[in-house]
């Protein structure tokens, strides 16, 4: 939404800018709709779970002037379609997408063991999910005048040392299919980039892999405490990678498109 002479200019990094978070409802999404909201965006925050945001667009902006609540599968064409149009109609443009809904199963094994209704839902959610958030976002950000697409993808997916197969194949999807639609959309004005994070604190990673001093249940569950040893910045907050996401999808970024953005705490690099 721009800015015009009969209201007051709009001021931080994301001003006059519509996103869309996908995702938004806890965790890292939920970081990402306080964060873009205070730095000037008008947010469209969509999850399965409807009562989680609304109560988080309530909280971000309780005359909902800045923020709207939608119910969204990311699994369904339909459903995700839908959000895409409601979301043009009440804002009025659409300058980006944060893709940040997924997840893992504490099943996910070696690719020999494991269970392939693992396969099947992981993938689902991670990989398809992804795939039609972009699918339709992406049409709407070129009509818009261009903006930014922000995928999460996973710092497993830079390494091959993990036990879950299927989690890993799926954000190692997200990293190329980012870099595609890098290219493939560049002369639209779209940038296209992802996060590949390490371990963060969120329900899901507290359930399935563990923190510091609490174990998870998955099979690829680490050591938390003798992993931070060797790398101290390996393990965040939600805010941490909502301000990534806070970078690569402000105009501060407008070099910037095709990367993977390794927010392992150097995991992947040593």
Same mark, same amino acid.
């Given at each position: ?16 800018? $519509?996103?869309?978070?996908? =995702? !938004? ?6 970081? &990402?709709?306080?964060?873009? #909201?205070?730095? @000037? %965006? ?59 809904a997924g ?12 269970p392939l ?32 697409? $922000?995928?999460?993808?996973? =710092? !497993? ?6 036990? &879950?197969?299927?989690?890993? #194949?799926?954000? @190692? %999807? ?46 690829d569950a ?49």
């Amino acid at each position: 939404m721009s800015s015009t002479q009969s209201h007051p200019a709009q001021t931080g990094r994301l001003a006059g800018k $519509v996103a869309l978070i996908i =995702g !938004a409802g806890t965790g890292i999404g939920e970081a &990402a709709a306080r964060i873009f #909201a205070r730095e @000037g %965006a008008h947010v469209a925050l969509a999850d399965i779970q409807f009562d989680a945001v609304q109560s988080v667009a309530a909280s971000v902006c309780p005359d909902g002037t800045k923020a709207k609540a939608f119910a969204v599968d990311v699994t369904n064409d339909d459903s995700v379609r839908q959000l895409a149009d409601d979301v043009m109609s009440i804002f009025g443009g659409l300058h980006c997408l944060f893709n940040t809904a997924g997840g893992s199963l504490p099943q996910d094994s070696l690719v020999t063991d494991v269970p392939l209704e693992v396969w099947d839902k992981t993938m689902n959610l991670d990989l398809r999910g992804t795939l039609l958030g972009c699918r339709y976002a992406i049409p709407k950000i070129i009509a818009s005048g261009g903006g930014s697409v $922000v995928n999460m993808s996973s =710092g !497993a997916a830079l390494r091959g040392s993990g036990k &879950a197969h299927v989690y890993a #194949a799926a954000k @190692g %999807a997200i990293v190329t299919i980012t870099r595609n639609l890098a290219g493939a959309y560049a002369q639209q004005g779209v940038r296209a980039n992802a996060i590949c994070c390490g371990r963060i604190n969120t329900q899901r990673i507290r359930d399935t892999y563990g923190i510091p001093g609490q174990p998870g249940k998955s099979e690829d569950a680490m050591k938390v405490d003798e992993t931070i040893k060797t790398y101290p910045y390996w393990f965040g907050e939600p805010e941490d990678v909502a301000n990534i996401a806070l970078f690569l999808a402000s105009d501060e970024s407008r070099m910037i498109t095709g990367v993977s953005v390794p927010a392992d705490g150097g995991r992947s690099a040593y």
